[in-house]
């Protein structure tokens, strides 16, 4: 999910644990180890289909590490407060996020295999805030979604987790969950707002890519 501007939170979340925020360095420290991978983009197949599970084979891989690692850094250089693993053209179940509440907590992480709750009709608040993508370059168009999520997965060893968020980070663990399943925000937007998205996308594309290299640059 893309972000606008991220500041440093006091306290931190992470992996739905809070840690004391002082100590937590501005960016996850998977990124130091992380290569910049290409983002794909709207249109391209592996942003349109489910993705395949992560197996208990694969928990605790060199391979999955490496994965994490290089999401975290190639999210950090887009400037996302999220990011899929089929954003790098990777089939897998896994998203990776740094994301800040209104409560001034900095939620950072990653989940393999999430699931979201559903919630119950009494407890589901729906919000409409505006929502941008890292494959979708450039745009924001408003999105309704729950504004409370609970997510279940497990982390890259296969212990299970639990993320919960509300506002902002219901929203974010929404959006990089629906990713694994095949959808896009502008998928759940009216057509009218989606053919100008991708309209605003093909205009504002190359000063957004041009951001990011001189981003990578600085790495």
Same mark, same amino acid.
Not at 125 to 139: A, H, N
Not at 158 to 180: F, I, K, P, S
Not at 189 to 202: C, E, G, H, S, V
């Given at each position: ?12 979340s992470l992996?739905?644990?809070d ?18 991978l290409?983002?794909?983009?709207a ?39 999220g ?29 393999c ?11 589901? #608040?729906?919000?409409? &805030?505006? =929502? %941008?993508?890292?494959? +979708? ?5 408003? $999105? *309704? @979604?729950?504004?409370?999520?609970? #997510?279940?997965?497990? &982390?890259? =060893? %296969?212990?299970?987790? +639990? ?5 902002? $980070? *219901? @929203? ?20 009218r ?6 309209k ?20």
């Amino acid at each position: 999910m893309a972000s606008d501007t991220q500041t440093q939170q006091p306290h931190v979340s992470l992996l739905g644990r809070d840690v004391t925020g002082g100590d937590y360095p501005a960016q996850a420290p998977e990124a130091a180890d992380g290569h910049v991978l290409r983002v794909t983009e709207a249109g391209e197949e592996i942003l349109h289909r489910s993705l395949q599970a992560v197996t208990a084979a694969e928990h605790g891989s060199a391979g999955l590490r490496q994965l994490i690692a290089d999401m975290f850094a190639t999210m950090y250089v887009a400037e996302g407060v999220g990011l899929a693993a089929n954003q790098v053209d990777v089939d897998l179940r896994v998203f990776v996020y740094d994301c800040p509440d209104g409560d001034g907590t900095r939620h950072v992480g990653h989940i393999c295999n999430p699931v979201v709750d559903e919630l119950p009709a009494a407890e589901r #608040v729906l919000d409409e &805030d505006d =929502e %941008g993508c890292l494959s +979708v370059p450039g745009p924001y168009k408003p $999105v *309704a @979604r729950p504004d409370h999520a609970v #997510v279940r997965g497990t &982390d890259w =060893e %296969g212990n299970e987790l +639990v993320l919960e968020g509300h506002g902002y $980070v *219901a @929203r974010c663990l929404q959006h990089e969950t629906d990713h694994l399943n095949g959808y896009l925000y502008i998928d759940r937007i009216p057509a009218r707002a989606r053919k100008d998205a991708l309209k605003q996308m093909r205009t504002m594309r190359d000063e957004v890519m041009a951001k990011r290299a001189v981003n990578a640059d600085k790495r």
